[in-house]
């Protein structure tokens, strides 16, 4: 594993929060309820031209995001590392758990207060084959997102909160409440709804992905959990639902 020791500066103040899912997981709602609060600015995916540069792996976009963002994950980890562009007292980060592959350092992470998106995967290779044919467990972040929870609880020492997708949707406030309480936050109401449309901070990558959080404008209840019919699907499912179970013990509470 590639290392590198980007930390924040002596006296800094600054809040950052590293935000861990897998992709179709409610992750760019859950940025749009932080970028809402005055006090924060938000950083979408930060690693993703990286992770394209480093694996070469064909994805919708490629070729766009890789012009229009960073794809040196050193210059992005020392920006993880550092203050908010325009200074805002919480810089979060929402990052893609896949996207941290072997080549990525781990040493910044020391920088931030992490927290855990997890949903049931299901509910995520339904969504995520209506954008891309034929998800493998790798497309998808549960393994990433294992290894990760374990890297952020040796870093800071204790375990991170978690928070499961279905139980947001269902009382947004109310699970708000407790993953600001448990990254030593104040709860802004703000975070509960957001004007529709793009953002100056979505990836070059919205275009294909975000068509459905660019017409939201707050957390929806949640669906029944589907029933997978294509067979492929049924064989991710099985393998990530250990992986999601595991984390899902250590999941916050209303």
């Not at 600054?14 to 935000?19: E, K, L, N, S, Y």
């Not at 999601?244 to 916050?252: G, N």
């Amino acid at each position: 594993m590639a290392s590198e020791s980007p930390s924040p500066a002596a006296g800094d103040e600054t809040i950052r929060i590293a935000m861990w899912s897998g992709p179709r997981n409610i992750s760019t709602a859950m940025m749009r309820a932080f970028e809402n609060r005055p006090d924060t600015e938000v950083w979408d995916e930060p690693f993703y031209a990286a992770w394209l540069k480093v694996t070469g792996i064909d994805h919708p976009m490629r070729e766009e995001i890789c012009a229009a963002h960073e794809a040196d994950w050193r210059k992005v980890a020392e920006r993880l590392a550092g203050a908010p562009p325009f200074g805002s007292r919480i810089f979060y980060q929402k990052h893609m758990t896949h996207h941290m592959i072997a080549e990525i350092g781990r040493d910044w992470m020391r920088s931030c207060r992490h927290a855990f998106l997890i949903r049931h995967p299901a509910r995520v290779l339904v969504s995520y084959a209506r954008k891309r044919a034929g998800p493998s467990l790798s497309d998808i972040g549960f393994a990433e997102q294992d290894e990760l929870f374990r890297v952020a609880t040796e870093l800071c020492g204790q375990i991170p909160p978690v928070i499961d997708a279905d139980d947001l949707l269902a009382d947004p406030q109310a699970m708000l409440r407790a993953l600001c309480g448990a990254l030593k936050i104040d709860f802004s109401p703000a975070m509960l709804a957001w004007p529709a449309g793009p953002r100056d901070s979505d990836g070059a990558w919205a275009a294909h992905w975000y068509d459905a959080v660019h017409r939201s404008t707050g957390f929806q209840p949640p669906a029944p959990l589907p029933v997978l019919e294509d067979d492929g699907l049924r064989e991710v499912e099985a393998e990530a639902l250990p992986l999601y179970e595991q984390l899902a013990r250590h999941k916050l509470t209303r």
